[in-house]
Structure formats: structure tokens, C-alpha cells
Nanobody, 133 residues
Framework: QVQLVESGGGLVQPGGSLRLSCAAS????????IGWFRQAPGKEREGVACISGMYSIIDYADSVKGRFTISTDRDKATVYLQMDSLQPEDTAVYYC??????????????????????????WGQGTQVTVSS
């Protein structure tokens, strides 16, 4: 059974940093992509970053490029999202999600080739990130 548990959210001042963790269980990371998504109040869910399979192909949303870094610790079956230079507009509930690499490869062409825009089947419960002075 696929399980994803996020942690690391909290309150941080503008310009600060947080590291989110997504602990994965019930599947082999080599065959799955892990994505981070966020949803602010009154807004649609937005894909932030993803890292896929054994080749660790990485993709970022334009809004976080240069500020956020996604990485994997395979020994701990955990995917991290290091968030630097945080701004109030980064305030949201952050979710991690998992999907088989093969399924994402099939779906992404229908979403302009963007895996972050394609459907993901497995989701964690979310962790709140608030950026405020």
C-alpha cells in the first residue's frame, strides 16, 4: 500500500528557508516519480517540483526555479524539498504525491509534456507552510 507522509512545514519569515520531507513506503522509489504540489486558499493546486525514478530526472515550476531544490535519500525512502528565499506568495499547504514513471510518461503528452500538470494517483495529507513577518 502506497503511503506518503509529509513533515517540515511551519511559519517562516520572508527570505527564510524550510525543508519539507516526504517519507514514502509501500513501493519502490526506482519505479515511481515523487512530486511536490501546493495549494493556497482560493487558488488551484500548483505543481512545484518532481523527481522521477532511478534516473532522478528533475522538473521545477518556473515560479520556484533557483529557490527550491528537490532531492532523494534512497536509504531513507524520503524525498526532500529545500525551500530558500521564501516569500509570502509561497504560503500554501504543500503535498507530496507519487505516481509510476510509466504512467506519467503515458499521461504527460496530454498535458503539454508537463508531468506536474498530469494526474497523480497517490497523495499525502499535506503540511502547512506560512511565510509571514
Amino acid at each position: 500500500q502506497v503511503q506518503l507522509v509529509e513533515s517540515g512545514g511551519g511559519l517562516v519569515q520572508p527570505g527564510g528557508s524550510l525543508r519539507l520531507s516526504c517519507a514514502a513506503s509501500g513501493f519502490t522509489l526506482d519505479y515511481y516519480a515523487i512530486g511536490w504540489f501546493r495549494q493556497a486558499p482560493g487558488k488551484e493546486r500548483e505543481g512545484v517540483a518532481c523527481i522521477s525514478g532511478m534516473y532522478s530526472i528533475i522538473d521545477y515550476a518556473d515560479s520556484v526555479k533557483g529557490r527550491f531544490t528537490i532531492s532523494t535519500d534512497r536509504d531513507k525512502a524520503t524525498v526532500y524539498l529545500q525551500m530558500d528565499s521564501l516569500q509570502p506568495e509561497d504560503t500554501a499547504v504543500y503535498y507530496c504525491a507519487a505516481e509510476r514513471v510509466r504512467k506519467l510518461a503515458e499521461r504527460a503528452p496530454n498535458y503539454s509534456g508537463d508531468p506536474l500538470a498530469a494526474p497523480w494517483d497517490y497523495w499525502g495529507q499535506g503540511t502547512q507552510v506560512t511565510v509571514s513577518s
